[in-house]
C-alpha cells in the first residue's frame, strides 16, 4: 500500500462514516430485543415464532460474515461497504414497515446479509486509512462502536418502543446509513488486492452450514430443552460435522477459503482467542443483568436500560485513556488491567442480593466498563501489529466472527446454567419447608401447610431466592474465567514488523 494516507480531514470524514455504518450494525444485535414483545403483539405471533426475529438476523450474519473478507479482495472494501449499506439500510426500513411475522423475519434475513460485512470492514479501512503510529487511536475509536453499540442498544431500545414505537427501533437506522453512505462514497479510496484469488466455494459452503448450525443451535436451544429436543441435537450434530469436514478441507485444500498462514501469527491467534473469552464475559453479563434486575429486583424496562447505561460510560473512558498511554505503556499492561477490572467487577457482582439498591449495579458496571475499554483497544491493535497486510481482510472478519461467536456460545451457555441450578437451588431449599423445621418455625410462625395459597407464596418465594442464588453462581463463573486469562496475557509480543505490503489504494 502506498504510504501516501490520505490527508487528515479526510481521515475524520471516512472514520465518521465507517463508524456511523459500524454503529447501526451493533446497535441491531440488542436494540430489538426490548421491542421483541410489542413486535410479537403486533404481528401476532406466538413466544416461540416470535424469537426468529432475533435468530434469523444472528444465523444469516453468521453464515455470511466469513465470505466477507474475500468479497472485499475481489470487488473492493468501498464497493462492498456501500453495497452493504445499503442493503442494510432498506432491510432496516422493511423490518419498521412489517405486518406479518414472514416479511418481518424476511427482512430481518436480509439486515443480516447486508450487515455482516459492516463491523469487520470498518477495522480495516481504519487501519489502513492511518499510519500505524495512529493505530491505537483508530481501535479506540472502532472499538467505541463495536462494544457501546451493544450497551446502549437496550436503553435506546426501551427509550423508542416507549415513546414512540417499535418501528423506530429499525427506523432509527435510516440516518446513520445515509450519513455513512455519503461520506463513504465521497471521501473513501477503492481499496482492492492485487491478487485475485478464486473462491473456494466448498469451504465456505462448510463453514457456512457449521456456524448457521451453531447459532441455530445456540439461540433456540434454552427455548427447546437442549439436547433433550431431537432439533438441538441434529444442530449439535450438524455443527460438528460440518466443521470437521471444513478443518479437514482447510488442511489438505490447494487454495483453502480461509489460508491456514492467518493463524501462523502468535499475536493474531492470541488476540482472537482473548476476544472470543471477552465475548462470552462481556455480552454474557449483558445478557443476565437485564433478566435478573427486572424479575428479581422488580425495576421496569426504562430504569434497567438506565442503570446499564454507565458501563458503556466507563468503557468510553477506558477506550480514550488507553488510546493516549498506550504510546508510553506496554499494551499488555493495559490487556491484564482489563481482566483485573472485569475481575474485579464480577466479584463484586457475586456479593449481590435481594435486597440491594441501585448503586451495586452501577458501579460493578462502570467498572466492568472500564475493564471491557481497557482490554479491547490494545487487543484491536496487537492483533493486527505483527499480521501481514495482505491477511488484513480475512484478519478482521475472523477477529469479528471469533467475538461474535464466543459471545453467543457464553450467552447461551450460561443462561442455561442460571437457569438449570436455580432448578437444583430450587430442590435444596424446598428440601427445608417441612412442619419440623425449628427455624421456618421460628421465622414464619404462622405458616400453615394446609392453605394453598399460603405454600403458593412460599414456593415464589423460594423461587425468587434459588434464582439469585443461581445468578450469583454464575457470576462466580465469570470470576474464575476472567482470572484465568491473566497469565496469557504475557505471551503476546508488542515487537511490530514491517508487514508484506499487498494493497493499492487509489482515490476514485
Given at each position: 500500500?502506498s504510504?501516501?494516507?490520505?490527508?487528515?480531514a479526510?481521515?475524520?470524514?471516512?472514520?465518521?462514516s465507517?463508524?456511523?455504518a459500524?454503529?447501526?450494525n451493533?446497535?441491531?444485535t440488542?436494540?430489538?430485543?426490548?421491542?421483541?414483545p410489542?413486535?410479537?403483539g403486533?404481528v401476532?405471533?406466538?413466544?416461540?415464532?416470535?424469537?426468529?426475529?432475533?435468530t434469523?438476523?444472528?444465523?444469516?450474519?453468521?453464515?455470511?460474515?466469513?465470505l466477507?473478507?474475500?468479497?472485499?479482495g475481489?470487488?473492493?472494501?468501498?464497493r462492498?461497504?456501500?453495497?452493504?449499506?445499503?442493503?442494510?439500510?432498506?432491510?432496516?426500513?422493511?423490518?419498521g414497515?412489517s405486518?406479518?411475522?414472514?416479511e418481518i423475519?424476511g427482512?430481518?434475513?436480509?439486515q443480516?446479509?447486508?450487515g455482516?460485512?459492516?463491523?469487520?470492514?470498518?477495522?480495516?479501512?481504519l487501519?489502513?486509512?492511518?499510519?500505524?503510529?495512529?493505530?491505537?487511536?483508530?481501535?479506540?475509536?472502532?472499538?467505541?462502536?463495536a462494544?457501546?453499540?451493544?450497551?446502549?442498544?437496550?436503553?435506546?431500545?426501551?427509550w423508542l418502543?416507549?415513546?414512540?414505537?417499535?418501528?423506530?427501533v429499525?427506523?432509527?437506522?435510516l440516518?446513520f446509513g445515509v450519513?455513512a453512505?455519503?461520506g463513504l462514497?465521497?471521501?473513501?479510496?477503492?481499496?482492492?488486492?492485487?491478487?485475485?484469488?478464486?473462491l473456494d466455494?466448498?469451504?465456505?459452503?462448510m463453514?457456512?452450514?457449521?456456524?448457521?448450525?451453531?447459532q441455530?443451535?445456540?439461540?433456540r436451544?434454552?427455548?427447546q430443552?437442549?439436547?433433550n429436543?431431537?432439533?438441538i441435537?441434529?444442530?449439535?450434530?450438524c455443527?460438528?460435522?460440518?466443521?470437521y469436514?471444513?478443518?479437514?478441507?482447510?488442511?489438505?485444500?490447494?487454495?483453502?477459503?480461509?489460508?491456514?498462514?492467518?493463524f501462523?501469527?502468535r499475536?493474531f491467534?492470541?488476540?482472537?482467542?482473548?476476544?472470543?473469552?471477552?465475548?462470552m464475559?462481556?455480552?454474557?453479563?449483558l445478557?443476565?443483568?437485564?433478566?435478573?434486575?427486572?424479575?428479581?429486583?422488580?425495576?421496569?424496562?426504562?430504569l434497567?436500560g438506565?442503570l446499564?447505561?454507565?458501563r458503556?460510560i466507563?468503557s468510553l473512558i477506558?477506550?480514550?485513556?488507553?488510546?493516549r498511554?498506550?504510546k508510553w505503556?506496554?499494551?499488555?499492561?493495559f490487556i491484564?488491567?482489563?481482566?483485573?477490572s472485569?475481575?474485579?467487577?464480577t466479584y463484586?457482582?457475586?456479593?449481590?442480593?435481594l435486597?440491594m439498591?441501585?448503586?451495586?449495579?452501577v458501579f460493578?458496571?462502570?467498572v466492568?466498563?472500564?475493564?471491557?475499554?481497557?482490554?479491547?483497544v490494545?487487543l484491536?491493535?496487537?492483533?493486527?501489529?505483527?499480521l501481514?497486510?495482505?491477511f488484513?481482510?480475512?484478519?478482521?472478519v475472523?477477529?469479528t466472527?471469533?467475538r461474535n461467536?464466543g459471545?453467543?456460545?457464553g450467552?447461551?451457555t450460561?443462561?442455561a446454567?442460571?437457569?438449570r441450578?436455580a432448578?437444583i437451588?430450587?430442590s435444596?431449599?424446598?428440601?427445608?419447608?417441612?412442619?419440623?423445621?425449628?427455624?421456618?418455625?421460628?421465622?414464619v410462625?404462622?405458616?400453615?401447610?394446609?392453605l394453598?395459597?399460603?405454600?403458593?407464596r412460599?414456593n415464589?418465594?423460594v423461587t425468587?431466592?434459588?434464582m439469585?442464588?443461581?445468578y450469583?453462581?454464575?457470576?462466580?463463573?465469570?470470576?474464575i474465567?476472567?482470572?484465568?486469562?491473566?497469565?496469557?496475557?504475557?505471551?503476546?509480543?508488542?515487537?511490530?514488523?514491517?508487514?508484506?505490503?499487498?494493497?493499492q489504494l487509489h482515490m476514485?
Open positions: 500500500m504510504e501516501a494516507y490520505p490527508a487528515p479526510t481521515r475524520r470524514f471516512i472514520t465518521v465507517v463508524m456511523a459500524s454503529l447501526m451493533t446497535l441491531d440488542t436494540i430489538a430485543n426490548v421491542a421483541l410489542h413486535v410479537q403486533s401476532s405471533a406466538s413466544a416461540d415464532e416470535i424469537t426468529w426475529v432475533l434469523s438476523y444472528i444465523v444469516s450474519a453468521a453464515i455470511v460474515m466469513p466477507t473478507g474475500w468479497l472485499a475481489r470487488f473492493g472494501r468501498k462492498l461497504m456501500l453495497c452493504s449499506i445499503v442493503g442494510f439500510t432498506i432491510a432496516s426500513a422493511l423490518c414497515a405486518n406479518t411475522l414472514v423475519v427482512a430481518r434475513v436480509l443480516g446479509i447486508f455482516a460485512a459492516l463491523v469487520p470492514m470498518s477495522q480495516a479501512i487501519l489502513d486509512i492511518n499510519p500505524p503510529e495512529k493505530h491505537a487511536s483508530a481501535m479506540s475509536i472502532w472499538s467505541m462502536g462494544v457501546l453499540g451493544p450497551i446502549i442498544g437496550p436503553t435506546l431500545g426501551g418502543t416507549d415513546d414512540f414505537n417499535w418501528r423506530w429499525f427506523f432509527i437506522n440516518p450519513l453512505f455519503a462514497t465521497i471521501f473513501l479510496g477503492d481499496m482492492r488486492s492485487s491478487e485475485r484469488v478464486k466455494l466448498f469451504g465456505f459452503g463453514l457456512g452450514l457449521a456456524l448457521g448450525s451453531l441455530l443451535m445456540l439461540d436451544g434454552q427455548t430443552d437442549w439436547f429436543a431431537t432439533e441435537c441434529i444442530e449439535a450434530g455443527a460438528l460435522f460440518f466443521a469436514i471444513f478443518l479437514v478441507h482447510t488442511m489438505t485444500a490447494r487454495r483453502p477459503f480461509i489460508d491456514p498462514a492467518l501462523a501469527d499475536n491467534t492470541l488476540c482472537i482467542l482473548f476476544g472470543f473469552f471477552m465475548g464475559v462481556l455480552f454474557g453479563v445478557a443476565l443483568m437485564p433478566p435478573m434486575m427486572e424479575s428479581l429486583l422488580g425495576y421496569p424496562v426504562v434497567t438506565i446499564t447505561a454507565p458503556g466507563g477506558a477506550m480514550m485513556v488507553t488510546a498511554l498506550m505503556f506496554d499494551p499488555r499492561f491484564a488491567l482489563g481482566f483485573v472485569t475481575a474485579w467487577s463484586h457482582m457475586t456479593h449481590f442480593s435486597e439498591g441501585e448503586w451495586p449495579v460493578t458496571g462502570i466492568q466498563g472500564f475493564g471491557s475499554g481497557f482490554i479491547f490494545p484491536s491493535t496487537l492483533a493486527f501489529g505483527t501481514p497486510r495482505r488484513r481482510n480475512e484478519g478482521a475472523m477477529f466472527l471469533t461467536v459471545s453467543a456460545i450467552i447461551a450460561l443462561q446454567i442460571t437457569v441450578n432448578a437451588v430450587h435444596r431449599l424446598i428440601e427445608g419447608i417441612r412442619p419440623d423445621n425449628p427455624v421456618l418455625a421460628r421465622v410462625p404462622d405458616f400453615d401447610f394446609t394453598p395459597a399460603a405454600v403458593a412460599m415464589a418465594l425468587r431466592q434459588a439469585m442464588v443461581s450469583l453462581d454464575t457470576f462466580w463463573l465469570l470470576f474465567l476472567s482470572l484465568v486469562m491473566i497469565p496469557l496475557v504475557p505471551l503476546l509480543r508488542t515487537r511490530r514488523q514491517a508487514p508484506g505490503d499487498e494493497m476514485e
